[in-house]
């Protein structure tokens, strides 16, 4: 079945340390997005990436890095410099890099927790 | 700045009522609109999309929801709920021009009684 798998399902970081959240995905979309989850404040958009090789922030991206070497992959990275970096992370991807009305495609979400 | 308010936060209801969430967005320009739904344990899914046409959109499951552009609303009906109904649902919309990144709303919470 296509979709999008988002590893692992629970993660946990130390102070001072990165982490990285896999997003993969198998529907050969070409945007694919990077969204906060925190209670009451519904999703917010860390990264957006319309191409490969291509990347732009979103309300939300400081403190975060992303890359897009493969069409299929958009992996998260939380740096140090997050420093509320507990939340659910989702990630999604859609058809097509000139159309807004695509729905988008969601994974099951990463919670990060800070130990 | 484009954003999107829900105005209910938590619904709770007996099955068989009636449901109707409240969605505006905040943008001046053309506007895709959606509503997720995220049901306990699952990942978001799309209920239903307008893009063009008949304001009118009929999802899964249901659903309907009603765009009024001099209201810059979206807000979600269901004539008669089911207790698998619970869920999470988003209003979310997409600019036709510029940032093609949606901008979603708080979320509602449907807690529906049998």
């Known amino acids: 079945d296509g979709g999008i798998t988002q590893s692992p399902k629970y993660l946990f970081r130390k102070e001072g340390q990165n982490v990285t959240l896999s997003c993969e995905q198998n529907?050969?979309?070409?945007?694919m997005y990077w969204y906060r989850q925190d209670p009451g404040q519904g999703l917010r958009l860390i990264y957006y990436?319309?191409?490969?090789?291509?990347?732009q922030k979103g309300d939300i991206a400081e403190g975060y890095s992303v890359s897009r070497e493969k069409k299929e992959s958009f992996p998260l990275t939380v740096t140090s410099a997050q420093k509320n970096p507990t939340a659910f992370y989702l990630c999604?991807?859609?058809?097509?890099?000139?159309?807004?009305?695509?729905?988008?495609?969601f994974g099951d979400g990463t919670r990060l927790s800070i130990l | 700045a484009q954003s999107v308010s829900q105005h209910n936060h938590h619904v709770i209801l007996s099955e068989a009522a009636s449901l109707e969430l409240g969605c505006n967005y905040s943008?001046?320009?053309?506007?895709?609109l959606f509503w997720y739904v995220q049901y306990p344990g699952q990942h978001l899914q799309l209920l239903l999309k307008?893009?063009?046409?008949?304001?009118l959109v009929k999802g899964i499951k249901g659903f309907e929801a009603e765009f009024i552009k001099s209201k810059f609303s979206f807000n979600l009906r269901k004539p008669s709920v089911q207790w698998s109904d619970t869920a999470e649902y988003f209003c979310?919309?997409?600019?036709?021009?510029?940032?093609?990144?949606?901008?979603f709303g708080s979320g509602t919470r449907l807690q529906v009684q049998p």
């Open positions: 529907l050969n979309h070409d945007a």
């Open positions: 943008y001046g320009g053309t506007v895709n």
């Open positions: 999604a991807s859609s058809q097509g890099t000139g159309f807004s009305n695509q729905p988008q495609h």
């Open positions: 990436s319309q191409i490969v090789n291509d990347f």
């Open positions: 979310a919309f997409s600019p036709d021009t510029g940032r093609r990144a949606l901008t």
């Open positions: 307008y893009f063009s046409g008949d304001p």
